[in-house]
């Protein structure tokens, strides 16, 4: 069936990295994203990445798939404050979506 | 800001009542995707219009209706409401009819009393 899965709270000290892990089950899926989402807030398209990358980089995050294993990572370098928020892992999956139910990333000082 | 706007923000309500929540897609967007997003179930994909036609449909209830409007907006119809439908409800926008990359509005939330 359609899941994804996530754990669903990770503790990081703040200037080190975090480090949110996936797993998603439709093969075909064309993109894989991350999503942030702050208190009271909608979603926040952070990054994607297309089925055929192993890997990107932007700035802070880098975005790691493992086809094979069906795994996404996501890295924060140098965590701050402000990531303190809900990551959602999503995949496409036929005609939709599908999202995990989010990891909630505390910062500790 | 994502270019997607909702309303309203906040909507208390009655068990029983019907309320009607507003989308309005990013401009040049298409495609409007409908969410909500509880405690216990994260966030469900409802329903997808794309140009006005219905794309895709998720886990919607037979209670729940949308609809997608000449000039792109969208309403999503909620009747006979449960104090289990208090949630939050997204809408997403993307280009295209492919659920790709979306941007989401602020949501609307909803509570029934």
């Known amino acids: 069936g359609e899941d994804v899965e996530q754990s669903l709270f990770l503790s990081v000290r703040e200037g080190d990295s975090s480090v949110i892990n996936c797993t998603y089950t439709d093969s075909s899926s064309t993109y894989l994203y991350w999503y942030k989402q702050e208190p009271g807030a909608g979603l926040q398209l952070l990054t994607y990445i297309f089925s055929n990358m192993d890997m990107k980089q932007d700035q802070r995050l880098t975005v790691l798939l493992n086809k094979k294993d069906k795994h996404l990572s996501l890295r924060i370098a140098d965590t701050q404050t402000g990531d303190s928020a809900i990551y959602f892992c999503?995949?496409?999956?036929?005609?939709?979506?599908?999202f995990g139910k989010g990891t909630r990333l505390h910062i500790l000082p | 800001d994502s270019g997607v706007t909702q309303t309203p923000k906040h909507l208390i309500t009655a068990t029983g009542q019907r309320v009607t929540l507003r989308c309005s897609p990013r401009s040049g967007d298409l495609s409007v995707y409908w969410y909500q997003q509880s405690l216990d179930q994260g966030l469900q994909f409802l329903i997808h219009y794309y140009n006005g036609e219905e794309r895709a449909k998720g886990n919607i209830l037979e209670r729940f209706s949308a609809q997608q409007f000449p000039d792109l907006h969208s309403e999503l119809n909620l009747s006979s409401l449960e104090l289990g439908d208090s949630a939050l409800y997204f809408c997403?926008?993307?280009?295209?009819?492919?659920?790709?990359?979306?941007?989401f509005g602020a949501g609307t939330r909803l509570s029934v009393l």
């Open positions: 997403a926008s993307s280009v295209g009819p492919d659920p790709n990359i979306q941007y």
């Open positions: 999503a995949e496409t999956s036929g005609d939709k979506i599908i």
